[in-house]
């Protein structure tokens, strides 16, 4: 009896733990299809239990979030060796709370506004409605915190590479949609798993989630069919496999003769445009020369004394920038300090911490509208849906993703590609260390290079003009069904206590 005690506590912190560490894993991993149903059915189990869900969340975050301790070290910006193993794990740990919480919250709403029984005293089109709209409060809070700076990637995005062709329904229904879908099947799942564990029969429900979750697909499928494609405009990506940390030991002089260098390998390649990574030129950067081909680069700024990072775009025979758009979302800590920190560090830039641009991520170059992403933006699919709304024809996202590992490569990816099926507009994705390449408007990559390697890679975007249903609509059939579900979850509520 005293073991059996034993094994329950066990379970009761384990299990959630467990669930939560798979559903981190899966985040942007081949094995999604298998990994993310299971873990969001461990959720769904303990759903109305606080400990279950804090700890499902905690371990959610911590293992997809792991890469942030890659932080350290930041001896190389002043700090002790031990202060920047402290900071790095302490900004994990915090995040990893956060997401705990966050969990709790959304379990505590679901258990007080609607499961105050055993589940099956409901009937099942009760359990429908009720589930559903804890869904969509889910991918409600998903979409409130893309709006924040302290959002990377959660479940709606979670999906690519491990199962596109469901991914694919973000033409119509975007990453909310895709969201609630994917927590639907883990209840499903855990569902499935109560009626078998009660002797109860489950076969009909079995089978109806098998044809749904199927025609899902082939849905999906239909919506990302591949499309001919043009190849009359190749652009030049340069992934210059420069560390943030060694940037700073290369002097404007030696970058302007490997900017050269890979001006002339574009144009050797018959290439229209150049495209740099995030970061890479200098404030006080100088081109000796007149630029050999239109260019897009990743670099900073100085504007009315404020240090920016931008996308500084060159024309062919000028030696200085004509048009820039800067980045308006930047990390928390990692670009931007709080004010009362300042006096403890330069901040986690090395160049001492940068001011945010325009919101708007529309750039009119040379009269080719474009979306632009710089590295944390492509989190915020709104702000690149509101571009795509002004005409924007092709994604362009540079990012600096060193020094964290191919975990954060994975993820950015997954973002981008996302991005892409829900405008149905090709995106142009370069980074220092990688990844570089061209992911189509269907979600599919193209032309990746390798990552840790210089090269001068040509991709052959296309410059697309149709609108997805997502695109024109966004998020409001989400709000409209969440305001019906709460509408039908109160008639419920009423029925049974009368």
Same mark, same amino acid.
């Given at each position: 009896m005293i073991e059996k005690i034993k094994f329950q506590t066990l379970s009761k912190y384990l299990i959630p733990s467990l669930g939560g560490s798979i559903g981190g894993l899966s985040v942007s991993h081949e094995l999604w299809i298998v990994l993310m149903p299971i873990s969001l059915s461990i959720l769904w189990s303990g759903f109305n239990q606080k400990i279950s869900n804090y700890l499902w969340g905690f371990f959610f975050v911590l293992i997809s979030h792991h890469w942030l301790i890659y932080l350290h070290p930041l001896t190389w910006l002043g700090y002790t060796w031990l202060a920047s193993l402290i900071i790095s794990f302490s900004i994990l740990i915090i995040c990893s709370i956060f997401g705990g919480l966050l969990i709790s919250l959304w379990g505590f709403l679901g258990e007080s506004l609607f499961i105050k029984r055993n589940l099956f005293s409901y009937t099942n089109y009760q359990i429908f409605i009720k589930i559903l709209f804890l869904s969509c409060l889910w991918a409600l809070g998903e979409l409130i915190l893309?709006? #924040?700076? /302290? =959002?990377? $990637?959660?479940?709606?995005?979670? *999906?690519?590479?491990?199962?596109?062709?469901?991914?694919?329904?973000a033409r119509w229904c975007g990453a909310s949609g895709l969201c609630t879908i994917q927590l639907m099947i883990g209840f499903w799942l855990f569902f499935i798993y109560e009626h078998w564990r009660q002797k109860i029969k489950f076969r009909k429900i079995f089978y109806i989630g098998i044809l749904i979750i199927i025609n899902l697909h082939f849905i999906g499928a239909f919506l990302i069919t591949p499309q001919k494609r043009a190849i009359d405009f190749p652009v030049a990506l340069w992934q210059t496999n420069i560390p943030t940390?060694?940037?700073? =030991? @290369?002097?404007?002089k030696l970058m302007y003769q490997k900017l050269f260098s890979a001006q002339?390998?574009?144009?050797?390649?018959?290439?229209?445009?150049?495209?740099?990574?995030?970061? #890479?030129?200098?404030?006080?950067? $100088?081109?000796?020369?007149?630029?050999?081909?239109? @260019?897009?680069?990743?670099?900073?700024?100085?504007?009315?004394?404020?240090?920016?990072?931008?996308?500084?775009?060159?024309?062919?025979?000028?030696?200085?920038?004509?048009? =820039?758009?800067?980045?308006?979302?930047?990390?928390?800590?990692?670009?931007?300090?709080?004010?009362?920190?300042?006096? /403890?560090?330069?901040?986690?830039?090395?160049? +001492?911490? *940068?001011?945010? +641009?325009?919101?708007?991520?529309?750039?009119?170059?040379?009269?080719?509208?474009?979306?632009?992403?710089?590295?944390?933006?492509?989190?915020?699919?709104?702000?690149?849906?509101?571009?795509?709304?002004?005409?924007?024809?092709?994604? @362009?996202?540079?990012?600096?993703?060193?020094?964290?590992? $191919?975990k954060v490569q994975k993820q950015f990816i997954s973002l981008a590609s996302l991005r892409s099926i829900e405008n149905n507009r090709d995106n142009v994705i370069i980074s220092n260390t990688g990844p570089t390449g061209l992911i189509r408007?269907?979600?599919?990559?193209?032309?990746? *290079?390798?990552?840790?390697?210089?090269?001068?890679?040509?991709v052959y975007p296309n410059f697309l003009t149709s609108r997805t249903i997502y695109n024109r609509v966004g998020d409001k059939p989400l709000l409209i069904l969440s305001i019906i579900l709460i509408s039908l979850n109160l008639r419920s509520m009423k029925r049974s206590t009368n």
């Open positions: 893309k709006q #924040t700076p /302290f =959002f990377w $990637i959660g479940v709606g995005e979670s *999906l690519i590479p491990g199962d596109l062709y469901l991914s694919g329904l940390r060694e940037k700073g =030991f @290369i002097n404007n002339k390998d574009a144009i050797s390649k018959d290439a229209k445009l150049l495209i740099t990574p995030e970061g #890479t030129l200098d404030f006080a950067f $100088i081109m000796e020369n007149p630029s050999l081909i239109d @260019i897009f680069a990743g670099g900073f700024r100085i504007s009315e004394k404020h240090l920016k990072s931008s996308l500084l775009a060159f024309k062919k025979g000028d030696k200085s920038y004509s048009d =820039f758009i800067d980045k308006h979302r930047l990390v928390p800590l990692g670009e931007k300090l709080p004010n009362i920190l300042n006096r /403890f560090s330069v901040g986690f830039s090395s160049l +001492g911490g *940068l001011h945010s +641009g325009q919101a708007s991520r529309f750039f009119n170059w040379d009269k080719t509208p474009l979306a632009i992403a710089i590295c944390y933006e492509i989190s915020d699919g709104l702000e690149i849906r509101k571009a795509i709304q002004l005409g924007s024809e092709l994604i @362009i996202s540079i990012s600096n993703l060193d020094p964290y590992p $191919i408007n269907d979600g599919r990559i193209a032309n990746l *290079l390798p990552t840790s390697i210089e090269q001068v890679n040509i």
